[in-house]
């Protein structure tokens, strides 16, 4: 019996037979693209400017740098950098201490604008880390200080009992998600001092900005703005 005899007694006779397609070729591949950066690190702006500041940090810093080194008194460490001219109203009302968050970016957002005012100048811009002058740039978290007036004893008043920082020395304030942060330029004559602060500082409220686990410090230090140091400044 031949094929066509068997497909007619299964009833099959009147069906055409149609052969398969040949296997096409497989399609071309095509590897996805690399997955993009995260968004906190998308945007360089975003990381190098202040919060409430139209001014880019690199010129913020320049500014802080050029007001500290005329004034910077290793002789008055509480006094010499804590000029009236840039005293921050926010320090000193019921409130104290930069611990209400819109109050503080306010408060030294106008800080930042009257300095530049006052400097009647242009700057350059830091670019490298030798514009920092051998100075250190230092982050201070106002939300975390335990206030135990360590810090204050060990720099002879450059911290005061709540961990702050001299405002001369302010750079500006930034955010990595809920956590705020001011960072401050050290004069290079400061250094040893503020690291005594540093050092009996329980909280880790005052880290130097390199040791700060921040977007802005990875950013500068990948820009060469700042260096990891491997050992402690002791006086």
């Not at 139209?54 to 000029?83: N, Y």
């Not at 230092?138 to 702050?164: H, I, K, Q, R, W």
């Not at 956590?179 to 130097?208: A, K």
């Amino acid at each position: 019996m031949c094929w066509k005899d068997v497909l007619i007694s299964l009833g099959l006779g009147g069906m055409e037979f149609t052969p398969k397609p040949p296997p096409t070729e497989p399609e071309e591949f095509t590897p996805k693209p690399p997955p993009t950066e995260p968004e906190e690190f998308a945007e360089e702006s975003d990381i190098l400017q202040s919060l409430g500041d139209a001014i880019a940090f690199e010129m913020r810093l320049a500014e802080t740098i050029e007001w500290c080194l005329r004034r910077a008194d290793i002789l008055e460490p509480k006094d010499s950098l804590r000029s009236e001219a840039l005293k921050p109203k926010i320090l000193f009302n019921e409130d104290s201490y930069l611990y209400n968050p819109a109050k503080r970016i306010e408060g030294i957002s106008d800080l930042l604008a009257k300095r530049s005012k006052l400097l009647g100048k242009e700057v350059v811009p830091v670019n490298t880390n030798a514009d920092l002058k051998e100075g250190k740039l230092l982050a201070f978290f106002p939300d975390e200080t335990f206030c135990d007036g360590a810090a204050e004893m060990a720099s002879y008043g450059f911290f005061d009992v709540d961990n702050v920082p001299a405002w001369d020395t302010w750079v500006g304030i930034f955010q990595d998600y809920d956590r705020e942060y001011i960072v401050s330029y050290i004069p290079h004559q400061f250094v040893p001092l503020v690291d005594e602060g540093t050092y009996v500082n329980p909280e880790d409220c005052i880290p130097w900005l390199e040791r700060s686990d921040t977007k802005l410090a990875r950013k500068l230090l990948q820009k060469g703005i700042i260096h990891k140091d491997n050992f402690r400044f002791r006086l």
